[in-house]
C-alpha cells in the first residue's frame, strides 16, 4: 500500500483518476498501472464533478477518505482492489468553499488547507498519523500543489508558496494559466500530474506549452525526477493522478 500519499515509494499498481479521461487511462494502462475511474457526483458543478483530489483523500496503508456523496458504485471499485473505505463527515456542493473539505495537500508529515473548510474525520485521521496542519487561503490546495516528492512541490498560489517556504519546503512557484480546465480561464497545476513512482512523474500533457517550461524542466531535473508524458496534447487539469496502491 501507498503508506504516504502522493510520493509513492515503489512502483504504482493502481492510480484512480476523472472518469472522463480515458486517453489518460489508456496511456496508464500501458504502464501496466491498473486505473480506478471515478464517477460523477451530482452535487458538483461539472469541470470538477469527477476530479479525484475533489472527492477523495488518501491516508496511505491501504486507507481513503471518501465524500458520503459519491455514487456507491465507485466505492465499490475502491473496495474491489483491498481498499478500506471511510466515509468522510462533509457532503460536497457545488460551489466554493463547500467543495474543497477532501482537497487537502500532503507531503512528508506536513498537510496544507483552509483548515476552516477541512472536513473533520479526514483532519483527525491526519493528526492521529501525527501529521501537522498548515493553515492556507487557497481551498483548492491539492489542486494547486504538484507534488514532488517529500519536501518539495510546484504550485502557482502565492500564499501557499510563502506557507511553505517558512517552513522549509522547497517550491517551484509557476505563472498561472496555461493549463486547460474545461469552462474555465485555466486549471490548476496539481491536478495535471501525479507521482507513479519514486522520483516518476505522469504529467497529463506537455510541459511545452507553458511559459514557464524552462523552470518547470529545471527544477525536476534538479530533484532527479523523471517526466512520464501521458499524452503530447497542452497540459490538462483533470483532478490529479491519485496513487492508491
Known sequence: MVINPFVPVDEVKYVVIDGREKEIGNSLTKLSIGVIYTEKCNDLYDAISFHPDILIHPLGDGEVIIAPNVSNSF??????????????QTY???????????????????AFHNLKYTDPILRESLEQKGIKFLNVKQGYTKCNMAIIDDNSFITSDKGIFE????NGIEVLLIEPGEIILEGFKYGFVGGAMGLIANKKLAVTGSFKSH???KKIIEFLNKKGVEIV????????DIGSIIPLI
Open 75 to 88: 466505492i465499490q471499485k475502491l473496495k474491489q482492489i483491498g481498499l478500506n473505505v471511510r466515509l468522510g
Open 211 to 213: 511559459k514557464n517550461y
Open 163 to 166: 506557507v511553505a517556504v517558512k
Open 229 to 236: 508524458y501521458l499524452t503530447f496534447n497542452q497540459i490538462k
Open 92 to 110: 460536497l456542493k457545488r460551489n466554493y468553499p463547500y467543495n474543497i473539505a477532501y482537497n487537502v495537500a500532503r507531503l512528508g508529515n506536513i
